[in-house]
C-alpha cells in the first residue's frame, strides 16, 4: 500500500522500523561507497583513533534513514530534499547481530505541489544518532 | 592543525564525468538494503515513470566524494583525514540519478571556521549532467577533531 498526499497531515506519524548494521554490512557498504576508511572495518585501528570499536559510517545511517522514507513513499525517487546531522556513533560489535538502527518519522508540513517535509529521528544504542534529519518527498 | 581559510571559495573541478550504470545502482541498494524494485528493474522503473533504473538518493555522495577528496588532499589545506568526522551532509535533488547518466561534481568550499579545538569545513558538490542539467547538490560539514 503506497502513501498519498491526500491521506497525510501535519502530525501524521510514518511507523518506526528497525535496520540492523552487522560487519558485513559495513564492508558491503565500503565497497558500493568506495569510502574504505579504516575505522569502518579494523577494529585495532579504529581503537587506535580513540574509538570504542569499529563504527558504521554516518553515511550508512543516513542511507538506514533514507530507505525508511523512501519504503513509507514507495519510491526512492521521491525524496526531493534529505537532510540530517551527525549526533552520534553507531558502533557495530564483531557479532552476528551487529547494531541495530531505529528510525521513526513525523508529516511535519504539507508544501503543496504534493510535497511533504518529514521529521526523521534515529536513535541506536539508546542515543540519537541522527538529529535535525529532514526530508522533503514528493508523494502521488 | 587550522585549516587555511584561503581555501574559502575557492572550485574544484568539474571532475572526470562518471557514468552512472545499472550494477552500481544495484549494488548500492543492496549495500543499504534498498528493497524498491525501481533501482533494479528497467521495465518496472519505466512503468514509473524513469527512463531507466534509479539511485537511491544517499548515492550521489559516491560520486560527490570522488570529487571533495581530490580537495582533501590538497597540501595547503591542512586536513588530518584521521581526524575527520561527518558532521551533516544534506542532498538537494532536481531528479533521481537513474542508469546512464553522465555526471560531472564541481566542489565549492563554503566555509571553514574554528569551534574550540575543532576545524569545521563546509563544501558543497553540484553534480550536472555532461549537458549540464543540474541533478543534485550535496552539501557536507566536515568536523576535524582536535588533537
Redesign the interface.
Same mark, same amino acid.
Given at each position: 500500500m503506497t502513501v498519498r498526499y491526500a491521506d497525510v497531515e501535519p502530525g501524521t506519524e510514518i511507523p518506526g522500523k528497525s535496520?540492523r548494521a552487522t560487519r558485513l =554490512?559495513l564492508v #558491503?557498504?565500503c565497497?558500493?561507497?568506495? =569510502?574504505f576508511n579504516v575505522i569502518h572495518w579494523n577494529e585495532r585501528l579504529a581503537r587506535s !583513533?580513540g574509538l570504542p570499536g569499529v563504527i558504521a559510517h554516518? /553515511?550508512?545511517t /543516513?542511507?538506514?534513514a533514507? #530507505?525508511f522514507v523512501?519504503?513509507w513513499a514507495? =519510491?526512492?525517487?521521491a !525524496?526531493?530534499? +534529505?537532510? !540530517?546531522? +551527525?549526533s552520534g556513533m553507531v558502533p557495530v560489535p564483531d557479532d552476528d547481530q551487529g547494531a541495530t538502527i531505529e528510525v521513526s518519522g513525523t508529516v511535519t508540513e504539507k508544501l503543496g505541489d504534493n510535497k511533504v517535509a518529514v521529521d526523521i529521528v534515529a536513535r541506536s544504542g539508546g542515543t540519537k544518532v541522527l538529529t535535525?534529519s529532514r526530508a522533503v518527498v514528493r508523494l502521488p | 592543525m587550522a585549516l587555511n581559510k584561503e581555501f574559502v571559495g575557492r572550485v574544484f573541478g568539474p571532475g572526470e564525468p562518471y557514468e552512472v550504470s545499472r550494477v552500481k545502482i544495484a549494488e548500492f541498494a543492496d549495500a543499504i538494503g534498498e528493497p524498491s524494485e525501481l533501482c533494479r528493474d528497467e521495465a518496472a522503473a519505466q512503468r514509473a515513470g524513469y527512463p531507466d533504473v534509479i539511485a537511491p538518493p544517499t548515492l550521489a555522495i559516491v560520486i560527490a566524494m570522488a570529487s571533495t577528496a581530490s580537495m582533501h588532499s590538497e597540501p595547503g589545506l591542512g586536513l588530518d583525514y584521521s581526524m575527520v568526522v561527518h558532521g551533516e551532509e544534506s542532498f538537494s535533488h532536481s531528479r533521481p540519478l537513474h542508469a546512464g547518466d553522465v555526471v560531472v561534481a564541481t566542489t565549492t568550499v563554503e566555509s571553514i571556521r574554528a569551534v574550540g579545538s575543532m576545524s569545521m569545513l563546509v563544501t558543497s558538490t553540484d553534480l550536472s549532467t555532461t549537458d549540464g542539467e543540474h541533478v543534485c547538490t550535496a552539501k557536507s560539514t566536515l568536523v576535524e577533531r582536535g588533537k
Open positions: 535496520y =554490512d #558491503k557498504y565497497g558500493a561507497s568506495g =569510502d !583513533v554516518g /553515511m550508512y /543516513m542511507a538506514q533514507g #530507505k523512501t519504503e514507495g =519510491d526512492p525517487g !525524496v526531493l530534499e +534529505f537532510g !540530517v546531522r +551527525f535535525r | -
